[in-house]
């Protein structure tokens, strides 16, 4: 099995690590990323061939990929999927993990099945904690047959948890939640630095306990049976200083209207991406 990597930035550097880590998965890998210096520690893989740009990958291929993953940013995707060539057969499918490009977008520009239909495409948003195996990835899978549909599922597992969709609809709120929800828990982070400086707390104290806070609330969720509303009550006396910091966040115009203009900005963004 030949899987093609299409832009091996940190994203699909993460996941290039994953799949070699995967004792079950027994494949080839193309990789098609112009700058790869960074990848230099391939060298000891015999599996793994670099390649500069489609039109190499496609001279070199003795076969078409059995997957073709598409990690480039959408501004670039036009020309990143120009001159696949070889590197596609009638029986490949596509994985997508750029944010707001359809599956039609990307099905009326990729090269067309020998008998004419359409070209198989999946769609996936995943998130940055993938570089360090933490990632949420969602995946649509249109109508992939199920070895496909679980040989993507497989692919993106790599770099964490992955739950899979049946209404591509849902992609540009996904995106808006999950895919750009990370800068969001950094931007709380850098906040809660600056607030706690303000508060008289010198700069780096003030950053190591907001950064660690932040990371161990995390890492409590994920451990925890409980949904984040009961943390927090869990951790909230009455009268006490966590009730007083929660009344302005709680507040009519604190934190929850606001992460709601954010969230629907990012996806109307990302709706106007793939338009």
Not at 85 to 111: M, N
Not at 179 to 187: C, E, I
Not at 221 to 244: C, E, M
Request: charged share 15%; proline share 5%; hydrophobic share 50%.
């Amino acid at each position: 099995m030949l899987i093609t990597l299409i832009g091996c930035g940190k994203m699909g550097s993460a996941m290039l690590q994953g799949w070699l880590n995967d004792a079950t998965l027994d494949a080839d890998f193309a990789i098609v990323e112009p700058h790869h210096d960074a990848l230099a520690w391939t060298s000891s893989y015999t599996n793994v061939r670099l390649f500069d740009d489609c039109a190499a990958a496609a001279a070199a291929a003795d076969r078409p990929s059995q997957m073709v993953v598409l990690a480039v940013k959408p501004q670039i995707m036009d020309d990143a999927i120009a001159t696949l060539g070889g590197i596609a057969g009638s029986d490949t499918a596509f994985l997508s993990i750029a944010a707001g490009i359809p599956t039609d977008w990307l099905t009326a520009r990729l090269p067309k099945n020998a008998d004419g239909s359409d070209a198989l495409v999946l769609r996936s948003m995943p998130n940055t904690p993938a570089a360090i195996g933490k990632g949420v990835t969602v995946l649509y899978t249109a109508d992939a047959p199920a070895a496909i549909a679980a040989l993507a599922a497989q692919l993106l597992t790599a770099v964490g948890a992955v739950v899979t969709i049946d209404d591509e609809g849902l992609m540009d709120a996904v995106t808006a939640v999950s895919g750009s929800g990370p800068a969001y828990v950094f931007l709380l982070a850098e906040t809660m630095t600056a607030a706690g400086i303000a508060a008289g707390l010198p700069a780096a104290l003030s950053q190591q306990l907001a950064e660690a806070t932040v990371a161990g609330a995390g890492e409590l969720i994920a451990a925890s049976d409980d949904p984040p509303s009961q943390l927090r009550v869990n951790v909230t006396s009455k009268g006490g200083t966590t009730a007083a910091a929660l009344a302005v966040l709680m507040d009519d115009d604190g934190l929850a209207p606001l992460m709601k203009r954010a969230i629907i900005a990012a996806r109307d963004r990302s709706l106007e991406l793939g338009s």
